[in-house]
T-cell receptor
Framework: AQKITQTQPGMFVQEKEAVTLDCTYD???????LFWYKQPSSGEMIFLIY??????QNATEGRYSLNFQKARKSANLVISASQLGDSAMYFC????????????FGTGTSLTVIP | DAGVTQSPTHLIKTRGQQVTLRCSPK?????VSWYQQALGQGPQFIFQ???????QRGNFPDRFSGHQFPNYSSELNVNALLLGDSALYLC???????????FGPGTRLLVL
């Protein structure tokens, strides 16, 4: 089974609008972390936001927030007030702290911001 | 404060050759992980180094090997290159005490 599922291959959003990128995960570990990374066409993976499985509040970092629903095993990324520079690939990732150090990545969502 | 650096940025090899990719972690970081990202896919974990030892390995053949040096920098070696090894190779660094990994700009390898 896939550890991370991103079901939206591509998304479009109008500039200054908000957009939600979906991510579901699969794990039997009790302690894990969820991450979102942005990958522009240059290739570098840029860390955006982190949510720990024991964190009770949803993580926020500037215009990024993570909508964490533990019972549904979802960790959606919300980008508010989209900017043209937000156009990129977005990857959801998970790390299981009991079983190792590797990150499991989804297949990504391509976001295009329209002027 | 320099982030994660990788060299070279691009590389072209032919089948059967060997390649070495290099990574310097972010200052203060002691773990280095390597990932392979094929076109249109998410990164796949190759292995992680900590204290100069391979701590965990993904589902990659023994043709993929690595090394970590006392200054925490790392090398990824791939022997007997196949066409399917063409990909973006990403290095990520972190500390064994914290959760997040930070990635370098990657090395684009093309095998002809």
């Amino acid at each position: 089974a896939q550890k991370i599922t991103q079901t939206q291959p591509g998304m479009f959003v109008q500039e200054k609008e908000a957009v939600t990128l979906d991510c579901t995960y699969d794990t039997s570990d009790q302690s894990y972390g969820l991450f979102w990374y942005k990958q522009p066409s240059s290739g570098e993976m840029i860390f955006l936001i982190y949510q720990g499985s024991y964190d009770e509040q949803n993580a926020t970092e500037g215009r990024y927030s993570l909508n964490f629903q533990k019972a549904r095993k979802s960790a959606n990324l919300v980008i508010s007030a989209s900017q043209l520079g937000d156009s990129a690939m977005y990857f959801c990732a998970m790390r299981e702290f009991y079983t190792g150090n590797q990150f499991y990545f989804g297949t990504g969502t391509s976001l295009t911001v329209i002027p | 404060d320099a982030g994660v650096t990788q060299s070279p940025t691009h590389l072209i090899k032919t089948r059967g050759q060997q390649v070495t990719l290099r990574c310097s972690p972010k200052s203060g970081h002691d773990t280095v992980s390597w990932y392979q990202q094929a076109l249109g896919q998410g990164p796949q974990f190759i292995f992680q180094y900590y204290e100069e030892e391979e701590r965990q390995r993904g589902n990659f053949p023994d043709r993929f090997s690595g090394h970590q040096f006392p200054n925490y920098s790392s090398e990824l070696n791939v022997n007997a290159l196949l066409l399917g090894d063409s990909a973006l190779y990403l290095c990520a660094s972190g500390t064994h005490l914290k959760e997040t990994q930070y990635f370098g700009p990657g090395t684009r390898l093309l095998v002809l």
